[in-house]
């Protein structure tokens, strides 16, 4: 009796299984495996980046901005580059559609992009592997404080109009170096004293108005969603000086 049961009890989720329409053969389920891009480049300033308190210097994918902070879909670290400051880069499994953007750029430990040095946008017509050359990138702190902090907030004010409030001139010019200099702003001070972020009107202005000092408002300037971490950067750029 037991025997019968169980064959009868075969037979009927047999026939259930058989309802429920064919079996797909298992080649039908593909996966996205993505792209893979190798990235060479020639980088100055690199060792800036070397035990930076939890920014890292990466390659990074985005995607279409969503809300109020860029954050890396993909990364990978970018290794020390040779003695003539060449890197090469191999970054697998790139999301297909998901990624806009590689870009050479400093993120914070939430994978939030803080600066790009380097983009290139992608099509929809990548191939498996693609290859980019990047060219000369300059990665320095310097670099990212310039482009930032002072040409988006400072530089309307100090150099644009080829005047420099208080003979301070922070526009993208090699030839000014605000690094030791006497403030005009701050007896007794300087913009960037070496070492010494605290004692630097160019950090104290961005902090509290320098105390009160400054006759025009600095310490709102910064953009609000990167504030600290800006903040963090100049502090280290004097830090490291």
């Known amino acids: 009796m037991t025997n019968k049961l169980l064959i009868l ?40 980046w070397q035990n930076s308190d939890g920014y890292s210097l990466v ?39 998901d990624v806009k953007t590689l870009e050479i750029c400093v993120v914070n430990r939430l994978r939030v992009k803080l600066a790009s040095f380097f983009v290139r946008e992608l099509t929809t017509t990548e191939t498996d592997t693609c290859d980019i050359s990047a060219g000369d990138v300059d990665v320095s702190m310097r670099r990212m404080v310039q482009n930032e902090v002072f040409s988006p907030t400072c530089a309307s004010c100090h150099g644009a109009s080829g005047k420099g409030a208080r003979g301070l001139f922070l526009t993208d010019n090699d ?50 969603k990167r504030r600290d ?5 100049v502090e280290l750029w004097i830090s490291n000086q």
């Open 59 to 97: 390659l990074a994918g985005f995607g279409d901005p969503t809300g109020s902070m860029d954050y890396a879909v993909i990364s990978k670290n970018i290794q020390a580059p040779d003695a003539d400051g060449n890197i090469n880069i191999v970054m697998s499994g790139i999301p297909d559609g």
């Open 175 to 224: 030839n000014f170096n605000p690094i030791s200099k006497p403030s005009g702003a701050v007896s007794g001070l300087l913009v960037v004293e070496p070492g010494n972020h605290l004692n630097s009107v160019l950090y104290r202005a961005l902090i509290d108005n320098a105390g009160g000092a400054l006759h025009q408002p600095h310490a709102d300037m910064l953009e609000a």
């Open 9 to 48: 009890l075969a037979v009927v989720f047999g026939l259930v299984s058989c309802d429920e329409g064919d079996i797909l053969p298992k080649e039908n389920f593909t996966s996205k495996k993505g792209f893979s891009v190798r990235l060479s480049g020639n980088v100055s300033g690199y060792d800036d």
């Open 229 to 233: 971490d800006l903040l963090k950067i």
